[in-house]
């Protein structure tokens, strides 16, 4: 079914784009929640399953609060204060949510989608005491970035920032316009009025405020979510650009260049961290020592080529963009 929404001169100047982690977290989760299997996140599924159900995060406070489809609870995506916003930033605006709207969310969760007993528990507690209650959710959310997307954020974050830059200047060259109606396949623009084609949840212009903002997403694929709360403008989160390439294993033809200058050893560790492992992972793929490796990581962490993220009881390195780009030939 379509719908329209009506948008004024002011609505179309206060339009803006913002890359928000909880809406990174809130779209994977769902995805790793859902009974299919993600097509173009695989590879990535495969590695983090493991770890959120050794975690208990697939029972946890977000498997009650992110069904596998159908209705997102609204707090869990504060509105972003910037184009950039940090985690941080986003856990604390959820932390402040008011005790009403919360509950509110709450109400339409166990409505629509009528949890299973032990996800209803959990909601029934923080409904009766959303300020203690929430500290728990977002330590939650917490974990589960550290385990499913700090390892992997350089490379998230670039192709959402790339998006971003794109639509920008699609913006300042041909206007917000021709950038809406190339969004995404259900949505399109036409003399003031925003057009979206959804299958369930009707959505009116009563129910947002002034603006728009655009959210581009690595995992929102394959359609467009939103999120409507007076006095805060829409939120559409879309599919960001390049996002069947996002899992690809980037090109490390230029090796033996960088190995002249780190070294064998670095360049083989950057090389294996394609994807992100800890230090016993990489002792075993490269034949170092764990103690050699260790050492080497901690050059690599120094010289800003890897980050590390704790896992449960291990840490876990991945290569930033500038590794990725060192390891990229030119041209």
Request: hydrophobic share 45%; with cysteine; charged share 20%.
């Amino acid at each position: 079914m379509e719908y329209e929404l009506n948008f004024s001169a002011a609505d179309v100047a206060q339009t803006r784009f913002a890359v928000s982690p909880m809406w990174e977290v809130v779209t994977s989760f769902r995805l790793l929640h859902a009974e299919t299997d993600p097509p173009l996140h695989r590879r990535w599924a495969a590695q983090v399953r493991p770890r959120l159900k050794s975690a208990g995060l697939d029972r946890g406070w977000l498997a009650a609060l992110i069904p596998g489809g159908g209705y997102l609870a609204d707090f869990l995506n504060p509105t972003p204060a910037g184009p950039f916003p940090d985690l941080a930033d986003e856990l604390a605006a959820i932390r402040g949510s008011s005790p009403e709207n919360v509950r509110t969310d709450l109400d339409t969760i166990t409505v629509k989608h009528r949890p299973a007993d032990r996800q209803a528990a959990r909601l029934r507690l923080l409904y009766e005491d959303p300020g203690t209650v929430m500290e728990k959710v977002t330590d939650e959310i917490q974990t589960y970035w550290e385990l499913a997307l700090a390892p992997y954020w350089p490379r998230i974050h670039q192709l959402l920032e790339a998006d971003v830059f794109h639509r920008a200047r699609q913006v300042a060259e041909h206007g917000s316009a021709h950038v809406l109606n190339e969004l995404h396949s259900t949505v399109s623009w036409d003399s003031g009025t925003l057009r979206m084609v959804r299958t369930h949840c009707a959505l009116t212009r009563d129910e947002i405020g002034p603006g728009l903002l655009l959210v581009p997403s690595a995992f929102a694929w394959p359609r467009v979510l939103t999120r409507s709360v007076i006095p805060e403008p829409l939120h559409m989160a879309y599919p960001a650009r390049g996002i069947g390439t996002l899992w690809e294993p980037r090109a490390t033809k230029a090796t033996d260049a960088v190995a002249a200058v780190l070294g064998r050893s670095r360049t083989l560790l950057l090389a294996e961290l394609d994807t992100p492992a800890s230090t016993t992972q990489l002792a075993l793929h490269s034949g170092l020592s764990a103690a050699a490796v260790s050492q080497h990581l901690t050059a690599l962490r120094d010289a800003g080529l890897v980050t590390g993220h704790r896992a449960g009881r291990s840490v876990l390195y991945a290569r930033t963009a500038i590794a990725d780009a060192l390891l990229t030939p030119a041209g």
